[in-house]
């Protein structure tokens, strides 16, 4: 599995770690950062919610709360969101966030972090770039495509966000 790829593992599996043969090499197991926030297995998408009879949608779905028509959580139903988007604004990250920001790297590296308006849903979803992707790379309007990618890890697990990548031109 590539760094890039949909995570197949979710969080209540792989708890335990898998000897690989190599000595001292561990599977790590794969957890989101956040539960709830995307999905674990298959095509990775982001979960959100949409207000029942209306094309009203919201992420992350808890946020729904704040919209005035929405009378409690019977009115939402969780949708899962559009994989692919356009680059609607994007910028360079030079200093590390503070927490609960954790950095993959020491010293801190700058990340790429683009803003991704999804069409049907009509909302922008923002996002850290998969690791290589710079300014460059990207202008408004380039299209992006969601993929679950290793945050940052420790001894024992691999900590799972969602990233854009730009989706690559067929000729």
């Given at each position: 599995?590539?760094?890039?790829?949909?995570?197949?593992?979710?969080?209540?599996?792989?708890?335990?770690?898998?000897?690989?043969?190599?000595?001292?090499?561990?599977?790590?197991?794969?957890?989101?950062?956040?539960?709830?926030?995307?999905?674990?297995?298959?095509?990775?998408?982001?979960?959100?919610?949409?207000?029942?009879g209306r094309q009203t949608y919201f992420f992350p779905?808890?946020?729904?709360?704040?919209?005035?028509?929405?009378?409690?959580?019977?009115?939402?139903?969780?949708?899962?969101?559009?994989?692919?988007?356009?680059?609607?604004?994007?910028?360079?990250?030079?200093?590390?966030?503070?927490?609960?920001?954790?950095?993959?790297?020491?010293?801190?590296?700058?990340?790429?972090?683009?803003?991704?308006?999804?069409?049907?849903?009509?909302?922008?979803?923002?996002?850290?770039?998969?690791?290589?992707?710079?300014?460059?790379?990207?202008?408004?309007?380039?299209?992006?495509?969601?993929?679950?990618?290793?945050?940052?890890?420790?001894?024992?697990?691999?900590?799972?966000?969602?990233?854009?990548?730009?989706?690559?031109?067929?000729?």
């Open positions: 599995m590539t760094p890039d790829s949909s995570v197949s593992v979710s969080a209540s599996e792989g708890a335990d770690t898998a000897d690989t043969g190599d000595e001292g090499a561990r599977v790590k197991s794969r957890v989101p950062v956040v539960e709830g926030m995307h999905t674990t297995e298959g095509e990775p998408h982001l979960i959100g919610a949409k207000l029942s779905k808890h946020l729904a709360g704040g919209d005035p028509a929405v009378n409690g959580p019977q009115d939402l139903e969780e949708v899962l969101l559009s994989r692919r988007g356009k680059v609607w604004s994007y910028t360079t990250s030079n200093y590390q966030p503070p927490p609960p920001f954790v950095a993959a790297t020491d010293p801190y590296e700058p990340i790429t972090i683009a803003a991704v308006e999804l069409e049907k849903e009509q909302m922008v979803i923002l996002g850290q770039c998969v690791a290589g992707v710079t300014p460059d790379d990207l202008s408004v309007g380039t299209e992006v495509e969601l993929v679950i990618d290793t945050l940052y890890e420790d001894d024992e697990h691999e900590y799972m966000v969602w990233k854009w990548r730009p989706v690559e031109v067929q000729a």
